[in-house]
């Protein structure tokens, strides 16, 4: 499942809540084949993830694979003073701690809850059984892999080339793609995942407000107008969406609406 389809994932996703457990609203486990998510069921349990949470630390083992279902998690490199930038999200498309298929058992960065919201998890050891009887696991897993590593290259380069306003831009459509047109950030939590100061990021979300963009209110950043918003964000938020694509789908990159 391509993050083009996140736009559905709404209506996928309660659907889905309301099915019967049977089927999953993380939509990565939804679209395996029916003997390799068979390989999971069992083992895999619904947790709810608080906003702030960390999952874990680089360098720390990485004890669970966790598929996002309404939560969204971010990896972010945090530095000696304590400030941090996020640069990569996973939310319902993919999981978070699929490096361990890759014989990387340990985190290469902070894994955070950005916003609160349902998951399910997998003990590390347990999934690996499993990769370890499906090509398709595994691939599915490599897939993954490689979507956080081309999120890690865009931001890399976004943050040392783009202004604050289209980066900001960027990441509340990233973070509106996986919830909803509703982002539940402060502007305190979006200041940290783009390293920038929170006067500065009050400043453009209040003029992103008085535009019509979005409305901001008690910490729940609501897309307003999406199409001004997109014209507002960098190159970057098209440019990721069509490499997860081509990764997800295995195939060209879809025009972009
Ligand atoms: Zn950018």
């Known amino acids: 499942m391509a993050l083009s389809d996140i ?6 996703r309660h659907s889905r809540l309301l099915y019967s457990g049977t089927q999953y609203a993380n939509l990565l486990l939804a679209g395996l084949p029916a003997p390799d998510v068979g390989l999971l069921t069992q083992l895999l349990e619904h947790v709810h993830l608080t906003r702030h949470l960390i999952l874990y630390e680089a360098d720390d083992p990485i004890d669970y694979i966790h598929f996002p279902e309404t939560a969204i998690i971010g990896q972010a490199v945090v530095f000696e003073d304590g400030g941090s930038v996020v640069t990569t999200l996973t939310g319902p498309e993919s ?12 985190a290469l960065a902070r894994a955070i809850v950005l916003m609160s919201g349902a998951a399910a998890r997998i003990s590390t050891a347990n999934f690996r059984a499993a990769c370890a009887d499906s090509a398709g696991l ?9 979507l956080l590593i081309s999120q890690a290259h865009q ?9 604050l306003e289209g980066r900001i831009s960027r990441w509340l459509l990233e973070c509106a793609d996986r919830a909803d047109d509703e982002v539940h950030l402060t502007q305190e939590m979006l200041a940290q995942m783009l390293g920038a100061r929170r006067s ?38 098209r440019a990721v969406r069509q490499r997860a694509d081509y990764i997800m789908r295995g195939g060209p990159p879809d025009e972009l609406s």
């Open 95 to 106: 999981a978070c701690g699929l490096g361990v298929v890759l014989d990387r058992p340990h």
């Open 138 to 146: 595994r691939q599915a897993a490599k897939r993954c892999n490689t």
């Open 7 to 12: 736009r559905d994932v709404a209506e996928q």
């Open 200 to 237: 500065s990021v009050s400043v453009i979300a209040s003029a992103l407000q008085s535009s019509g963009a979005i409305k901001y209110s008690r910490g729940i950043i609501h897309i307003v107008d999406r199409l001004m918003l997109e014209a507002t964000a960098c190159e970057c938020y």
């Open 155 to 163: 931001s890399a380069a976004c943050n040392a080339y783009h202004p």
